[in-house]
């Protein structure tokens, strides 16, 4: 009877630990729980479920954090994010949104309930200076600047994670009272706010940047040159003749290649970037034993846009072969092509000679848009004209395919106008700026780019001007930038 009685002790001891232990367990995991909830920064938005809603959170804190490695800005960038969505999911008059607490523990003591209390009063400030959103759902309160609507979330998200976009951001100063409210629209005014970010570092370091270190940035560039072995094919005897200038050097590497049986080279070459929407085609100025050459490529690369920065004729010079139909023949043939003359009209500032035009081989058709920017001088710069280049390069962000853009070399004023389109999408897409590296990148394409210093502080001047345009920035701060450029122009800005 004892030693039954004591295995009977024994048994019911080792069922209390047991219990003991499975409760100590479910208390442990309780708290764990409560730490985790606590620390996961998860709020409710409008959406499928309450799973989805957290699955969708917990992905953009991921990405995020794989942006930033450093963990208190990846955690900061993250509370944006958040913020942002709150704010949209807030103003929908759905009672769904949870107050976003920071990790608070008993050691960290009054000073980290302070910080949390400034946190979510700070979150509060920026949702309302962020966006104020009717009943409707319409947004009546944002300032404008970047729109971008619900069709173009899945670039600025390709952009973020360097792919190229495959849709159109239509950077305009426009009102925004249309746009609707959709479940992933924080994302977008996260990357909205950080290109806005760029954009301001950008600014401060032009003010703080002297022209001279400008100017030197340019003059190391310029000590870069190509070849004439990298121009191999240019320099044959038998294209010297397809060559304006003998001393601009078509590069093999990015040449376009005619596709036709013999003769296929152009004095043109590709600039193609993942940041770019849209791929250009730098080239001279067609010869008149080119132009053959010139329509040939254009219906080669179903090209539906065409830039020429050019006049015909500058200074009692030739600078391009008229290779258009004009209003008196209306209709011409080049290589087997019909160019046809549609409509012809000028801009209203008149800077602008706006031609449609219709080729047609067979029974295939192409219509052509083409922009002739009449008033930039060959190796100078816009005399205070900084909205043109904009306007001319959201027209190629429509443009579903490449754009032509040429000059007389194809050098100075075109590669400064693809500059100024390169620097933009990388602000656009949350990088940093480096005015020089794009300069660069883009000579490696079409050698010799950015012709002249003053070409070169051109590209900052304009880029500042959008800043200011868009309302990123005022035009107080970009005036000591400007009165310096103005004096090294030598031009008075009004």
Known sequence: MSRRS????????????QNAKKVKRKNYQKKINKQ??????????????????????????????????????STLAFERSISEATTFSTVTGRDETETVDSPSTSSSGSKRKTKATKARRHQTESKNRLIQISKSGKDIGTPPSFIINRTQ?????????????????????????TSQISNTEGEV???????????????????????ETLIAQYERIQTIKPSKAK??????????????????????SSRVILCRGVGDYIHANYVRHKVLQNDFILTQGPLPNTVN??????????????????????????KCAEYLPTLQTRTIMHAGIRIELRERNRSKNGNIIITQLLLSRGNVNLTVMHYQWISWADKQVPVNDYNTPFYLLKKSRISPTCTVVHCSAGIGRSGTLVAIELCLMQ?????ELVVSDMVTYIRQKRAQSVQT?????????????????????????INPFAERYRQICHFDET
């Open 6 to 17: 004591s295995e009977e002790t024994s048994g019911k001891n080792h069922k209390v630990y």
């Open 36 to 73: 985790n909830d606590e620390r996961s920064h998860l709020v409710r938005i409008p959406g499928p479920s309450n799973h989805s809603r957290r699955q969708h959170f917990i992905k953009v804190k991921h990405r995020i954090a794989n942006s930033y490695p450093d963990q208190r800005q």
């Open 153 to 177: 979330t899945s670039t600025l998200r390709q952009i973020a994670k360097g792919e190229r976009p495959s849709v159109n951001v239509h950077l305009t100063q426009e009102d925004s009272q």
């Open 189 to 211: 005014r996260f990357y909205e706010t950080h290109m806005q970010k760029r954009v301001k570092e950008f600014v401060n370091y032009c003010n703080r940047t002297s022209m």
């Open 231 to 252: 121009a191999f094919i240019g320099m044959l005897p038998v294209n010297h003749h397809k060559n304006r200038y003998s001393d601009v050097y078509c590069l093999d």
């Open 293 to 318: 050459d010139f329509w040939e490529m254009v219906w080669q690369e179903r090209s539906g846009l065409i830039f020429m920065l050019c006049k015909y004729i500058e200074e009692h010079k030739v």
């Open 427 to 431: 602000l656009v897409a949350g990088n």
């Open 453 to 477: 210093k003053e070409q070169y502080l051109y590209i900052f001047r304009a880029l500042l001007e959008f800043a200011v345009s868009n309302h990123i920035t005022c035009a107080r701060k």
